[in-house]
């Protein structure tokens, strides 16, 4: 797998498109599981590491999927790194020790860790308000690999995983919102205290302990035993469509109550990006979910929202470095960051030009 | 930190969940020694862990204390280990603990039984004999006995090759 190719491309999830898709980046789920026969991976040794990845990559290979898989034990820090931002590895997996490695679909909607805190972790993730056709997809996936090893499974328990709290059906569902009004008024706090009564934990961008940085939620199911996988969708297919509405609400609050503020606000960061020569990581997320709503609400019309997407993810450190090719301090980054933001917004706005 | 009854340096800290409610307490040694919470006489240079198992046993019950030392025969854990790391050893854990895990189950959960998705196939990992088979071939290695562990890994090889 060519990683360095991966800074000229983007995921699937980041194209901007499917239901809701101006509030719902997109929608993810993930499955724990593990082998029968073995310990979990804190308590393998390193061989067993080592036999439950080539099992795991012989069931792969074997169930026909295309993936790639890559080691992550044979990948230098920055590569590491650049999947952990890609949202195609975890933290966990990025850090952890002994053989490990992840298999990733070609559109980068599927990705399959290995030797993670489980043998497996599954995860499909699409663009968008789309749960049930990521459900479809990562069942039939969980079905191909299954159906060539054993799964550590207890009738009364479900799935069992190294964590009690994935035990059961070991799913995570989740969706990655752009809540920016929200966050503006601060209602965000009461969305939060209503999700935590429902079960349903508040994460940023970058999953767990993180910053919400760019106003990105992450919301997501915290029980997994005791509902089936339907259930569980179903629940929060039922609440992420009201926190759209309060959403939609106060964006068309904010606009009708105080339009030229609102306007100037997001003129203001998307001229600030355009034009900066040095710019820090936590000041370009704030301004471009400034200009991401902007582009929502048609007061920018010469930028594509897929661009402002990536935009998110191309300017984190490990993909600025890889767009560099060399590794760069913190100073150099700034400066790298505010270059590729004014390059690739120039571009957008020369295309949008000779559309009209 | 300094102790919640009197200004002296706190040295023992507990903390307990009653109804989802996180209770800390932190105290000197003295007010612990008043409050019951250390052994009347500890005995000089006792090994750390004799001493929380003996808190553990005279503050929360003799079956939570016997419960801490009980260990996993397949993959060697403590339930004890769990608590502090969070994590199990092996799938075996669920039934060898069952007693301590089933609670916290239905306290995260607020369930105890699956309800979803089987897989097709199904071994039951306790009866698991390739997990139990490398228990026996990791005791076998830590107590330096080669060829018994030989053997075992023929016959793992054996099992995997009639797969």
Redesign the interface.
Known sequence: MNLDALTRTSGEWLRGTGPESDIVICSRIRLARNLADFPFTNRASDTEKTEIERICRATMDKAGLELDYQSVVNLDALDRQLLVERQLISRELSTGDGPRGVAIGPRENVSVMVNEEDHLRIQVMNSGFSLADVWEQINTLDDQIEEHLHYAFNPQLGYLTACPTNVGTGIRVGVMLHLPALANTKQIEKVFRALHKLNLAVRGLYGEGTQADGDFYQISNQQTLGKSERELIRNLSEVVPQIINYERQARQEWIGQRRQHLHDQVSRAYGVLKTAHTISSSETMHLLSSVRMGVNLGLIDDLEIRTVNELFIHTQPAHLQKIQGEPLEVDERNIARAGYIRRRLASDNQAAEERE | MTCQRCSREASVHLSETVDGQRRDLHLCGPCARKAGLTPPDPPPNAALEAIVDHLIVQHVGELVGELARTACP??G?KFMDFRT???????ND??AFAPG?LP??RA???????????????????R?P??RL?ARL?EAIAQEDYELAATIRDQLRQEDADR
């Open positions: 397949l993959c854990l790391g969070g994590r199990l050893g092996c799938p669920y039934e895990l916290l189950l995260a959960h607020g369930a105890s039984r699956h309800v979803g998705k089987i897989p097709r196939k199904r071994t039951p990992p306790s698991s390739r997990l490398r990791r």
